[in-house]
C-alpha cells in the first residue's frame, strides 16, 4: 500500500485520492489553496451567489439547509443568519441512531439562532429492513443515514419551491482534493450516487435485494424534471470561505455552548457527536474494509492545518486504530443479529492488500503506522481539546435516544 508521505492517507481511500511523483497526495495538494487563496474575495464571491436568493419576493424561506446536531451545524447556521443574512428552512433526516448529547444541541441551535425546521423519520420498519440488506449486500450500516440525509433537503427544496440548498464541506474536496476549491463544484445526483452511496441508490437496490419500491420512497431522488422546475441548486460553503472544522466547533462551543462528547475510536470530540455508531461500529467497519478510520481522516486534517506533526498523527493512529465498537451491543438488539453474522457480513469486505486471515484470525499487515518508525517528541495532541458534555455517563450507549419512535419490535 503506498501513503502520501504528507498526511497519513493510504492510496486505497475510496473517494479515490491520487499521490503525485513526489509522494504527496491530491488532498494535500488541493489543502494548500487554504494559505494561498485570497478568501476574502472568495466570500465575496458567495455574497454576490446569494444575492439573487436574498432579493427574491418569498417571504418565509430562501434557503434550505441540511443539519444533524453534529459536524459543524452550529457553525454553518450562525454563519448563514449572522454573515449571509439569509432565512432558511432547516432540514434533518433522523438517522435513527441518535445520541441524547446530539438531540440537545440541535433543540438548542433551533432555540437559540430560532429557526423553524422539518425533521423526517422514515419508518421503523422499513429502516430495519432497509439496513438488513445493506449490511448484507455491501457491508454498510449507514446506507439508510446518507442516503436520508443526502435526499431529504432535495425533496424539500422540490416540494417548498425553495431554489438554494446550502450545505458545509464538499468531503471530496477538503478529503482527497477531488476538485480545487475555484471549480466551485455543487451538488450533483451523480456525486451522491458513486461516493456517497458506493454505486447505489434506492432503485439499484431493489435490484440486488427483496426490498420493494414502497421500502424506499423515502430514498428516491426528485426527477430532473422537478429539479428545473424550481431551478434547485446545492453549494458549499467550504468552496467560499477558508474551512477548518476544528476552529469552527471551538468557536461555537465558546459562542453557544455546543456540546461536545469523548469519541472512542478519535481524539476529535467535536464531530459527529450526534450519533452513536458514526465514530464507532461504522468507523470500525470502515477499518475493516479499507484499513483506514476516521483518525486518519482527523489526523490528515490536522497536519494539513500545521497543528500536528506527521509523528503525533502516527502515535494517535496506533492509539485508536485497534479499539472495539462498544457500541456494538445497541446495534445488534436493534437489528436482532447475531455478532457472528455481523462479523460474516462485513469479512466479505475486507481489502486483502491490508488483511491476512490466518488461524483463524485477520491480521492487519499493512498500515500507515506499521511502516514507519516514530518518536513521539510533542506533547499529546489531545491535550487541547475540551469534551463539555451534560452527560457525564456516557459510556458508548446500550441503545439509542429515540426520537419520534420507539424501540419497536423485530
Ligand atoms: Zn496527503
Redesign the pocket.
Known sequence: MIY??????PINHPLN?I?NNEG?????LV?EEKDNLNWHNREKQLLRLILPYKKSKRDIYNCVVPISGGKDSYFILDYIKNKLNLRPLVVTYNKHYNTLTGHRNLSNLKSKLGFSSLNLTVNPKKIKKITKVTLRKLGSIYWHCIAGQTVFPIQVACKFKIPLIIWGAHQGIDQVGMFSHTDEVEMTRKYRKEHDLMGFEAEDLLKISNLKESDLENFIYPSDESIEKVGVRGIYLNNYIRWDSLSQHSNMVQKYKYETLNQLRTFDCYNDVDCVHYSGLHDYIKFMKFGYSKIHDHC?RE??LKRMSREQALHLIKKYIYKKPKDINAFLSWLNITEEYFYKCINKFRDRNIWNFSNNKWILKDSVHLKNVYKLKHKSFETNLNVNTLDKKFKYLNKYELINRGWGEN
Open positions: 502520501c508521505k504528507r498526511c497519513v492517507y485520492l499521490i504527496i497526495c491530491s488532498g494535500c489543502h490528515s497536519i494539513r
